[in-house]
């Protein structure tokens, strides 16, 4: 079993709809989740941060955490084209503090 | 305040070259993680450095070794190349006090694409 799993996509959404990408993690303990987009050719950039159970909003982006069911995800609003890229979900284990990717979400935002 | 810097940017080697690739952390970060990643196996752990001391290590042989100076810097070295070796090798710093919140957020360096021949 991965212990970070995503669907790899490509999720596809018309400019302006709500863009929905999910995540999955194994390790019960893990208290600090991220999301991080990266664009072809570079490197991840950390687009949110959520350690408590609910949901933390910062613009456009909304993350949601769901310790119990091991779930966490990233809502996108008004998606823009600039917004196509893959999304990785990270976890920072319990006990040995390693940090583990998914393998990524590609999003295309259609214009 | 600078970013993650990463030297060199480009790479590229022979089977059986040694190399090594160099990560400046964010100014206060004293925490360096290095990852592989590769189209097929997505970001993969290599180590990571905490003041100077390999805190954790990956699933990784043992021609990867890497370093940090007291300066937080760090330094990681992949020898006897093989052609698998070839992606792109990401650094990430952070705080580093794991278990606190808001102290552990990675931020990534732009990264050295290795080419091995």
């Known amino acids: 079993q991965k212990e970070v799993e995503q669907n790899s996509g490509p999720l596809s959404v018309p400019e302006g709809a709500i863009a929905s990408l999910n995540c999955t993690y194994s390790?019960?303990?893990?208290?600090?989740f991220f999301w991080y987009r990266q664009y072809s050719g570079k490197s991840p950039e950390l687009i949110m941060s959520i350690y408590s159970n609910g949901d933390k909003e910062d613009g456009r982006f909304t993350a949601q955490l769901n310790k119990a069911s091991q779930y966490v995800s990233l809502l996108i609003r008004d998606s823009q084209p600039s917004d196509s890229a893959t999304y990785l979900c990270a976890v920072l284990t319990s006990g040995t503090y390693k940090y583990i990717f998914g393998t990524g979400t590609r999003l295309k935002v259609l214009a | 305040k600078a970013g993650v810097t990463q030297t060199p940017r480009y790479l590229i080697k022979t089977r059986g070259q040694q190399v090594t690739l160099s990560c400046s952390p964010i100014?206060?970060?004293?925490?360096v993680s290095w990852y592989q990643q590769t189209p097929g196996q997505g970001l993969q752990f290599l180590f990571e450095y905490f003041s100077e001391t390999q805190r954790n290590k990956g699933n990784f042989p043992g021609r990867f070794s890497g370093r940090q100076f007291s300066n937080s810097r760090s330094e990681m070295n992949v020898s006897t190349l093989e052609l698998g070796d070839s992606a792109l090798y990401l650094c990430a710093s952070s705080l580093g006090y794991p278990g606190t919140s808001g102290y552990n957020e990675q931020f990534f360096g732009p990264g050295t694409r290795l080419t091995v021949l």
């Open positions: 100014s206060g970060h004293r925490s």
């Open positions: 390790d019960r303990g893990s208290q600090s």
